[in-house]
């Protein structure tokens, strides 16, 4: 479950560190284990959150978020779960400047005090795309069972320019997407959404 509001409880670099080096048993194609992760935390969430705010607000995208033409039922998913959690949070439809504050928050990592950037060499395929999700999702497996919480972001394709400048990126690595890592605020209702699953009929079938 993605949560969008944390705690400023801190997390030690350790518990950091395990996650990371137990997340890559996750599986890979041939092994290759294409994920390239830059983890931020603590002092250098602080020093983060200034160059961010020194950079231009959005770069064009590296790659395409979602296809330009969604069809269906991708496109009445997408627009469920974004009018579910306007609805957590008592945003009405017409209140543009509401959602787009909510949206904003993405920019602050939901308050998170740590963060990862999952970057990938340009050369990597599909296939390997695939191995950086398996990793991802190992992790924030991972974390939940060490009682954190995570929300993936693919927000921070939008702002590729800016997280590469203060992570040390090389050109050779393209960015896929962010992390938020901490500790669940427990009080807050938008991490009380429970996002729909279409029925499994819709998207599995026995042959
Ligand atoms: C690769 C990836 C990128 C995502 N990017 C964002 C994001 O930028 N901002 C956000 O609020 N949620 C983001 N999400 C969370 C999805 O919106 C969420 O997983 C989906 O709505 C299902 O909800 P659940 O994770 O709570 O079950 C992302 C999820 C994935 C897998």
Redesign the pocket.
Known sequence: ??V?QFTNKAVPDDVLRGILADAARAPSGGNLQPWRIYMVNGESMVRLREHLASQPPMDKPEYDIYPPELGEPYRTNRFA?GEAMYATLGIAREDKDGRRRQFAH?NDFFGAPAALFCFVDRGMGLPQWSDL?MF?QTFMLLAVERGLGT??????AVRHAAVRSFVGAPDNEML??GMAIGHVDESAPINT???DRMPLDMWAKFV
């Open positions: 479950m993605s969008r779960v993405n999700g991802l929300c993936a972001q693919e927000y921070w896929f997407c959404l429970e996002s």
